[in-house]
């Protein structure tokens, strides 16, 4: 198991809904009943077709977990964007997979939420 | 490029030192609220915080009791306001962001469909095929020569057409139902299977889907001798009309076909871009 702490990044896919509805759900309440800190996006195929520096801020802030689609789609939407995906970046699956399956792959030891920058009030 | 980019708010939900956390099914309820309406929003709990650098406006709401901080970005780019959500229900709390958002203007799902090829590099051979498929310019060539998406917002949504007929399944449309369309894994038999070349004289033809399911070398014996532009845009168009029929392409991307005078320009233009990239290689 990799020691390195991931990042989590959950896609909800609000533009068009070919994720299923009751997958991304449970997701995303998994997710906010953790501990876990998390970044989510709308939706990142909007985000990919406006080129969004945010994706860009993504894909360079170390080892990464998302949750979204089929790995091929999202490795090309980042790379389309400029801004290609580290090869150890986790994509997990949320229109064939699991919910389960999901947030035990995004929550198991090695995603501990990986500081970018802080803030403390 | 599609260039209408507005998000000018991002969220960030605190719950580190100074906030108290918000009873979990709360937090997924605004989370999900505020991801449907087009927010991007950070969970940033206890011990850690994940904020990636942007140039965009943070909006930091923690249940501060109250007392909500005064916050600066250190590097000076990024603007942070804070809200202070103690005792507010998630409904109010949704409000709250819409209310600091004011009337800045936003993209917000459902006016609008993400629906552009994605190219899968690890298997594009740079045949150019999509270039001279595409009526609409969706492609282009970058200075070295790879063929790449430049106008990805000329594309007509919902149709894939020029994923089928990619020889190497590399174009992907990552909102479509289906595989290998979606970006799903490809089964590499079938993938063979598929393989054609085509130019944009066989689009000019009409004939490209059906030779997708017929490719006898009779047919396109057939196909060359006959061509001339007339025939070739009747037949093009029939082709066309059957695949609205079969629902391979939506009737409202065969209705804003462009003229046969441009469709001939562009089919020239097209040609020549894909033969120099070709020839650069």
Known sequence: MSSSPATILYCRCAYAQVVPTGVKNDVLQQLCASEASFETVSDLCEMAAHRDPRLQAIASCGKLRIAACYPRAVKGLFQQAGSPLPADTEILNMRTQT?????????SESSIQQPISSIEP | MITH???????????????????AESRAKVMMALLDQGYTVTRSGQGASAMPHDDRSLLVLGSFEGKAPALEDATGLVSIDTRDITGLDPDAIVALVGKSRGDKPMNEPGKWKPWFPVIDYSRCTNCMQCLSFC???VYGVSEDNKIQVQNNDNCKTNCPACSRVCPEVAI?????????INGDEINESEAGREKIKVDISSLLGGDIYSA??????AAKSRFSKERSPDKALDERKKCLTKLVGDGFIPADVLASLPS????????VIAKAKAAAALAAQ
């Open chain 1, 99 to 107: 919910a389960q399956e999901i947030t035990d792959a995004l929550l």
């Open chain 2, 5 to 23: 980019t507005h998000r000018p708010l991002r969220v960030v939900l605190y719950e580190g030192n100074g906030s108290i956390a918000l009873p």
């Open chain 2, 135 to 137: 009526l609409f310019d």
């Open chain 2, 172 to 180: 992907m449309f990552p909102k479509y139902q289906a595989g290998p």
């Open chain 2, 212 to 217: 997708l399911k017929d490719r006898s070398a």
């Open chain 2, 260 to 267: 046969t005078e441009e469709i001939l320009k562009k089919a």
